[in-house]
């Protein structure tokens, strides 16, 4: 192979056991079904026509994406998973580098290496917030994850807007994958804007992980550089099933939005729990809570909670170790949770 990829790190996903059933509350997946009328759409007629390529331009999708969001499509840009706009944004402009966060979603660095795309990793503060002011006049891409992942803090919209505008000369990516938790998008400031790209995803507050869509807002001209790489690689890459159940999803925005409201509720108790035992939590405004014990360690924790058949998320990096990200589940869930953390302490 290349040798520029054989020496590559490459992502590690969270587990995704096909052994035993285990409370899955490690890759921040929705614990709630696709609504009834996603169920209802994939009808025999709709298998039956995976005979046929779908739609590349995916209109219907995008017409109904377009109408939720209030933007044109020449704004919006569709994905096989949020992932794959990361990835494309990483080749695309990566030419002067990337400026990312030292504790952040874990595939920008693979997608920096992957393009040979130099990085600025840029330190947390020690409260594990993004130090704002580090993040203006790079003169490169900037990619924050907002609310950051594996913290679940969030920056406001006006500390996004400061970040976008002292950039102006290069682009600046805000990946909004959680931002559906209780934190703000900044998708209204695209219209500002021109180096603003707005990346979202249908992974976690519309539970279509496995669907694999996701997406972007910006200014047409960032979107049509999108297209072209698209089109340059796989324009059929959003399949007939997905675009059906996506677009279904789209319309029955109520149902995602009341299941992002029980998931902000079980977070606040679950925090509440936490705490009275001792725990160090995080404030999240994500559909995970990121916590630490001074009784045991991070990875003495995961390890214990996994042989009570409970998945969650602990990250070898030295300064998150003692730490373990903990996706919300449902109310039952997070209760079978705590009895299992009470036993083991
Ligand atoms: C889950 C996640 C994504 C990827 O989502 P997909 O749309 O499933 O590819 C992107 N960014 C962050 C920060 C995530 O946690």
Request: aromatic share 10%; proline share 3%; with cysteine.
């Amino acid at each position: 192979m290349n040798e520029r990829f054989a020496s590559l790190e490459e992502y590690t996903p969270g587990e995704q056991p096909q052994d035993k059933k285990y409370i899955k509350l490690n890759t921040n997946e929705s614990p709630y079904p696709p609504s009834k009328s996603v169920l209802r759409a994939v009808t025999k007629k709709e298998i039956s026509d995976l005979r046929l390529y779908c739609d590349p331009e995916c209109k219907k999708l995008k017409a109904e994406m377009a109408k939720l969001f209030g933007f044109n499509g020449e704004n919006i840009f569709i994905s096989n998973g949020s992932d794959d706009i990361l990835n494309f944004a990483f080749m695309a402009y990566g030419t002067k580098g990337a400026a990312y966060p030292d504790i952040t979603y874990g595939f920008y660095s693979v997608f920096a290496q992957l393009h040979g795309v130099q990085s600025e990793i840029i330190p947390l503060k020690d409260d594990f917030t993004i130090d704002v002011e580090q993040f203006k006049n790079k003169g490169k891409l900037v990619v924050i994850a907002n609310p950051n992942a594996p913290t679940g803090i969030a920056l406001s919209l006006k500390q996004i807007e400061e970040i976008v505008k002292a950039n102006q000369d290069s682009v600046v990516l805000i990946d909004e994958a959680y931002v559906d938790f209780g934190g703000e998008s900044c998708c209204k400031l695209t219209q500002k804007y021109e180096n603003l790209l707005c990346v979202g995803t249908f992974s976690k507050s519309r539970s279509l992980a496995g669907g694999r869509l996701g997406f972007a807002i910006a200014n047409e001209k960032l979107i049509a550089d999108l297209e072209k790489i698209k089109y340059s690689t796989n324009p059929y890459n959003i399949n007939r099933l997905t675009q059906i159940t996506g677009t279904a999803t789209m319309k029955d925005n109520a149902y995602c939005l009341s299941n992002c409201r029980k998931i902000i509720k079980t977070r606040q108790w679950v925090t509440d729990e936490l705490i009275s035992l001792g725990f160090t939590v995080l404030p999240s405004k994500a559909n995970f809570v990121f916590v630490k014990s001074d009784k045991i360690s991070g990875l003495k924790l995961y390890e214990e909670l996994k042989s009570k058949g409970v998945l969650v998320r602990h990250f070898e990096k030295d300064k998150i170790r003692d730490f373990n990200r903990i996706t919300i589940g449902t109310d039952k869930e997070m209760k079978i949770l705590i009895n299992k953390i009470k036993e083991i302490l």
